[in-house]
């Protein structure tokens, strides 16, 4: 009776925990991808409750403040982006000094770990709503954030690390160090901020703090270069060039979709080996399976920006790569995920091994697997459900600058997105921008290809 009455116990938690972090964003995505924003931030709209069931606040915050940023409703995105921001703040904190117990709980029913490039690229387009609005020394604070957030996640990431190494340490983990490997990112400043920073510091008249950003900005890419798609940038020397007499034009651009998460599953994972006890008993080895997610690459088919201004042509330079960038931090999400999962895989494991061993009977010279054993085995999977799928899904993959001096006045521009067959996959016209002395007359660009 005892051995029946546990698993059955046992089923209700595991069907408790093990609900499914899946949603359909396909439609949503499509229109995304073709520059239909309106139709894209329509369905996240229609489909609120189900995403914020499945996905959580968090990743509909954010969705909802991209997509709105899109379709240059900046009020609201800032409403959306906020409300994301301060979740993920109070996320991050309980993750630092999460217990054990919560290792032991499916990840679905955790608070969403969001993934650091949502939280600093947040303030990059907050930053940029601000200066749309015309709120210059909002922006100005929006982009000192994401830079204070990275000092900050600089000094935290190793304790992150150490408390995963811990956990894997106290559960007899086998040969799963590669998992952490994540952690070694180098990634602890960002030059595309020192990029805005200058310019927004141009405009409200700090010159001191356009000069200093603008170093800070070259000294990052140049340090930082894994993350950066060249060596040296003209329109940082362009920068240089600038005084509040100098009439410039300023492109920030970005193409393609950063990664979203898929399931993976480590098969046949060995928990524990074979032996022989004290009593002449043979126990057999027990492997699981582990269930967990990892970052998936979209990337983007843009190879080439070219505007034209006035008739004459320039082209943007490719600048910081957030597709690498939140790979690597999704990454990061993804292993604290997997360790995790490997407890919970170990913890089902070492209690079928003792199932199996209360089986034996007078003269056994082997463990038979047990009704609990069975019953484990049957409901494993559904514990673990397809991994903790959340994770935002419009944020771009490359950003593009490009710095260039130009006569005050009025200038009808067209922006071509070229694809390695210099095809157009994408175009957008800007009639009547108005080019104004001592501005930093910031032209933004966006598209999902």
């Known amino acids: 009776m005892k051995r029946i009455l546990m698993p059955l116990l046992l089923v209700p938690f595991i069907i408790l925990t093990s609900c499914s972090t899946f949603f359909d964003f396909g439609v949503a995505q499509d229109a995304y991808y073709q520059g239909d924003y309106e139709k894209a931030y329509s369905f996240l709209l229609l489909n609120s409750p189900q995403i914020i069931k499945k996905q959580g606040s968090i990743v509909y915050n954010l969705d909802e403040g991209i997509v709105t940023h899109a379709t240059k409703d900046y009020k609201l995105s800032n409403i959306s982006l906020a409300k994301a921001e301060k979740a993920i703040e109070e996320n991050f904190t309980k993750s630092i000094s999460a217990s054990i117990g919560s290792y032991l709980i499916n990840e679905s029913v955790r608070d969403y770990e969001s993934s650091f490039y949502e939280d600093i690229y947040s303030n990059i387009f907050l930053s940029l709503n601000y200066y749309h609005l015309d709120k210059i020394e909002d922006a100005m604070v929006e982009v000192r954030r994401s830079l204070e957030k990275l000092q900050l996640r600089e000094q935290t990431l190793p304790q992150l690390k150490s408390a995963l190494e811990n956990q894997l340490a106290d559960n007899n983990a086998r040969d799963v160090d590669n998992q952490l490997k994540s952690f070694d990112s180098s990634f602890y400043s960002s030059a595309l901020s020192y990029y805005l920073s200058s310019l927004f510091a141009f405009e409200y008249g700090d010159l001191d703090t356009f000069r200093i950003s603008r170093e800070k900005g070259e000294a990052t890419y140049k340090i ?191 922006v071509n997105y070229l694809n390695s067959k210099n095809d157009i996959v994408y175009q957008e016209k800007i009639n009547n921008f108005k080019v104004t002395q001592g501005k930093a007359n910031l032209v933004e660009v966006l598209s999902a290809k």
């Open 224 to 414: 930082l270069s894994d993350y950066y798609e060249k060596n040296d940038y003209s329109s940082f020397s362009n920068l240089a060039n600038m005084d509040k007499d100098t009439s410039m034009i300023n492109f920030i651009a970005f193409s393609g979709l950063s990664p979203i998460k898929k399931t993976q599953v480590d098969r046949n994972v060995l928990v524990l080996d074979e032996y022989v006890d004290d009593n002449g008993v043979y126990h057999k080895p027990y492997y699981t399976n582990v269930v967990y997610s990892v970052p998936q690459e979209r990337g983007s088919i843009v190879k080439v920006i070219e505007v034209i201004i006035g008739g004459k042509k320039y082209k943007l330079e490719p600048f910081e790569n957030l597709g690498l960038i939140a790979y690597e931090t999704m990454a990061q999400t993804c292993s604290g995920e997997y360790v995790r999962a490997y407890i919970r895989a170990v913890s089902r494991e070492i209690a079928k091994a003792s199932a199996d061993a209360s089986t034996i009977q007078e003269g056994d010279t082997s463990v038979e697997s047990s009704l609990f054993s069975d019953i484990f085995t049957l409901f494993s999977f559904v514990a673990e459900g397809s991994g903790d799928l959340r994770s935002s899904h419009f944020f771009p993959s490359m950003s593009w600058i490009g710095t260039f001096e130009l006569d005050p006045g009025k200038y009808d521009i067209v």
